[in-house]
């Protein structure tokens, strides 16, 4: 147990309580992300069927596909980050280590995109899950990028393989 003074008033607080809070964070939004991973993955291969399936696709078509798919992708990856980032805000809020939700949005998006510029500052006592938040925002990030590459290469390869010449 360690003690803390704030505005006047002695606070315990016990150190594990930020790793608690900060890994069961990140495995609840780590399992969050996989799950609408997963969702994308099963659209996007759902999409790049019926696609194989229309052989009379012009390359434009198919080009205009592979863009589009990549900007709705971006976008639903940022909306699950966004929704991730809100998570840890009303954990911030709830645990008193932010005053307004404002505030813990703005920290917790600030953080989750290892940005760190918003000049907020956690409690004292909750610092430990700043760090964790922004090494759960490396790690989700780093998913994200991963999924987009591999959607990129399978339409790519359909574009390849259905409209340039063999050789």
Known sequence: MSVYIKK??????EPLENWTWGLSLIALTMAIHATGIAFLAFAAATIRVRIENLNRLSLGH????????IGVVGLLLAALHGIEAVLWAAAYWWLG??????????????SISTRGASGLMLERHWRMMGALE???????FGISTAFIFTVMQAYWALMIRTHLPAG
């Open 8 to 13: 006047g008033r002695t606070e315990e607080f």
């Open 134 to 140: 922004a090494t759960d925002g490396m790690l989700l």
């Open 62 to 69: 198919v080009f205009a596909i592979m863009i589009g798919m």
């Open 97 to 110: 280590a932010l005053n307004s939700p404002g505030e813990a949005i703005l920290y917790s998006v600030d």
